[in-house]
């Protein structure tokens, strides 16, 4: 499949996207998966990373060890997020290893992970909903978020460069974010009343929608992410932007709008890389 802006790895049959700009800081290991390289079979067919939509969870662990071993990352050192479309950011540290994936979580209701532990691998789930890919290079920090319209309208992105801040120092100036795969302008369709929630937005403009007709609207959640982001202080020039809308490629990627509830899910990873 082709992308102007990511690019595509396939590692024993694992494939997935990266970013070229956040790859060459040299200092992080990042992933966005496909449905590509594992094990899960008929709706979830083949790499389905969710314990909680009904799959095998003795397959979808082995999905994950696949997915570890392509990012070069250790199965135990990811932490999974517990999305429940709000913004909540938990801050991961070292005893937080393996949590959502080879030990319980002790947390619910986090859609952002962030983290400046290296060796340490966040994960968020996703099927349509937008991934954000947080690097500061300068305090070496970085953080996993599900920003879906929900997210969106709360304004994940700004929460998380808030909460890196607080929490690592990190300078807006400083950070790299890559906004992932997920529904592309060209299929996110929405009616009035997510319209008029995310017109509420003080970075929201009138080029996000496109009137469809009869009472149904297309948004641009990866423009108005990038706005959020912008408004916050992060460079547009180091704002990277996915041109992959999951809904147009289901073959390659879950689509929520496309396989409705019977699905696997993606993720989207980011760790530090440790010495
Ligand atoms: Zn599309």
Known sequence: MESKTMKLQD???????TFP????????KHGFSTRYGGVSEGHYRWMNLSFSNGDDKVTVLQNFQYFAKA?????????????????????????DRG???IKEKDYRGVDALI????????????????????????NKAVGMAHSGWRGTWGEMAKKTVTRMKEEFGTDPKELYVGIGPSIGPCCFE??????????ELTDWRKED???????????????????????????????????????CHP??????RVHGRQRGSLAGMISIAED
């Not at 400046?116 to 300068?138: E, M, R, W, Y």
């Not at 929405?190 to 017109?199: A, G, I, R, S, W």
């Not at 149904?216 to 959020?228: C, E």
């Open 11 to 17: 590692r024993d049959g694992v494939k997935f996207f």
């Open 21 to 28: 700009q956040l790859e060459t800081l040299g200092f992080i």
């Open 71 to 95: 990012l070069g990352v250790d199965l135990g050192s990811m932490v999974l997020s517990d999305q429940d479309h709000g913004v909540v950011i938990r801050r991961v540290r070292d005893q």
């Open 99 to 101: 949590k959502g994936i």
């Open 115 to 138: 983290t400046n532990v290296p060796g340490i691998t966040l994960i968020t789930q996703h099927a349509d909903c937008v991934p954000l890919f947080f690097t500061d290079s300068k």
């Open 190 to 199: 929405v009616e009035m009343d997510v319209l008029e929630k995310l017109q």
């Open 209 to 247: 929608v496109v009137f469809q007709g009869e009472g149904k609207y297309r948004v641009d959640l990866w423009q108005l992410n990038k706005r959020m982001l912008q408004s916050a202080g992060v460079p547009e020039s180091r704002i990277f932007v996915t041109d992959l809308c999951t809904q």
């Open 251 to 256: 073959d390659v990627f879950f689509s929520h």
